[in-house]
C-alpha cells in the first residue's frame, strides 16, 4: 500500500483541501484527494482519501482506499483497504478487506473485513493454561 508522502508527490490526479476551507454538502471524484481542512456531508471517491494532521472529516465514506492521520466521524466503506495512523482519530465503522490499525490510533467503532472464505471454517482458539490459584500454608 501506497504511504500518504507518496501519494501527495503524485500532484497530477489530487486534490488538496487547504486547512482554511470547509466542504459541506455531497462530494464525488475520480481523483486522490487530501484533506486538510474540513469535509462535511458524504464523500465518495474512486480513488484515495487522505486525511492529514490537520484534516477532518464529518462524513460517511467510500472509497477504494483510506489513509487517516487527522479525524474521521463517520463511517468508511473501502474496496481495498483503510489505514489509521498514530496521529489518526475515528469514531465510526469500518468496511474494507485490508484494515490497519497502528498503535497510538484512536478508534471507537466496528471492523468488518467481510466474510470467510467459502468452505473455510473459522480457526479454533487454542486453549489458555491458566495458572493456577495459589494456595497459603496454614
Known sequence: MATAKELAGNTVDNTVVGPSILISGRLTGDEDLT????????????????????????????VKNAIVSGVVVGNINATESVELTHEGRMVGDIRAPRVIIVDGASFRGRVDMGDVEPGRLPAERPAVNRPQAATRPT
Open 35 to 62: 484533506v486538510r481542512g474540513r469535509v462535511e456531508g458524504e464523500l465518495t471517491l474512486s480513488r484515495t482519501l487522505i486525511v492529514e494532521p490537520s484534516g477532518v472529516v464529518k462524513a460517511n465514506v467510500a
